[in-house]
């Protein structure tokens, strides 16, 4: 039997109805796809809260104003000059290629930030894979800031003093 004669007889699926009256098609439930949308909101609404509010507590025990670390974008901004770092970092971390040397700084800002903390540099470990434990460890812990802080402050002129007489 040749290979043409086997073809021959092989049915046609293409005409038979059998095959073509079957619609394949994919249907996603708008309600299921809904659904995940809002659910994936308030996960992400709830992590912005608690990395804010353990910011929060970093900050203050830093002597920054416990507000900026409520401010999205500003509070990475603020993370880094804490950690000696170019607060400008934080804007580079949104360009492909580049970020990934941003990423460096901010480890290295994470770094920085546990030793004025009182952390060894073994800490850092912690920042890089585990971070919300590394924030919530550093912000309940009862550890002093330790130097001075990296972020530029608002500073009230000293008091003139007034001039003597000799």
């Given at each position: 039997?040749?290979?043409?004669?086997?073809l021959a007889q092989t049915p046609d699926y293409y005409?038979?109805?059998?095959?073509?009256d079957q619609v394949y098609t994919t249907a996603v439930?708008?309600?299921?796809?809904?659904?995940?949308?809002?659910?994936?909101?308030?996960?992400?609404?709830?992590?912005?809260?608690?990395?804010?509010?353990?910011?929060?507590?970093?900050?203050?025990?830093?002597?920054?104003?416990?507000?900026?670390?409520?401010?999205?974008?500003?509070?990475?901004?603020?993370?880094?000059?804490?950690?000696?770092?170019?607060?400008?970092?934080?804007?580079?971390?949104?360009?492909?290629?580049?970020?990934?040397?941003?990423?460096?700084?901010?480890?290295?800002?994470?770094?920085?930030i546990g030793l004025k903390l009182g952390k060894s540099?073994?800490?850092?470990?912690?920042?890089?894979?585990?971070?919300?434990?590394?924030?919530?460890?550093?912000?309940?812990?009862?550890?002093?800031?330790?130097?001075?802080?990296?972020?530029?402050?608002?500073?009230?002129?000293?008091?003139?003093?007034?001039?003597?007489?000799?």
């Amino acid at each position: 039997m040749s290979i043409i004669s086997l073809l021959a007889q092989t049915p046609d699926y293409y005409s038979d109805p059998a095959y073509t009256d079957q619609v394949y098609t994919t249907a996603v439930d708008p309600g299921a796809a809904t659904g995940a949308i809002l659910i994936g909101l308030a996960l992400a609404l709830i992590a912005y809260v608690v990395g804010s509010f353990l910011l929060s507590r970093i900050f203050k025990k830093a002597g920054v104003e416990p507000w900026k670390a409520w401010v999205p974008v500003y509070n990475n901004w603020v993370l880094l000059e804490l950690g000696g770092q170019q607060g400008f970092w934080v804007i580079l971390m949104f360009v492909p290629v580049v970020n990934f040397v941003a990423l460096i700084f901010y480890i290295i800002a994470m770094y920085n930030i546990g030793l004025k903390l009182g952390k060894s540099g073994a800490f850092v470990l912690l920042a890089i894979f585990l971070p919300l434990v590394w924030l919530i460890w550093l912000a309940f812990d009862s550890s002093k800031w330790q130097g001075a802080t990296a972020i530029h402050q608002p500073t009230t002129p000293p008091a003139p003093t007034p001039p003597t007489i000799q």
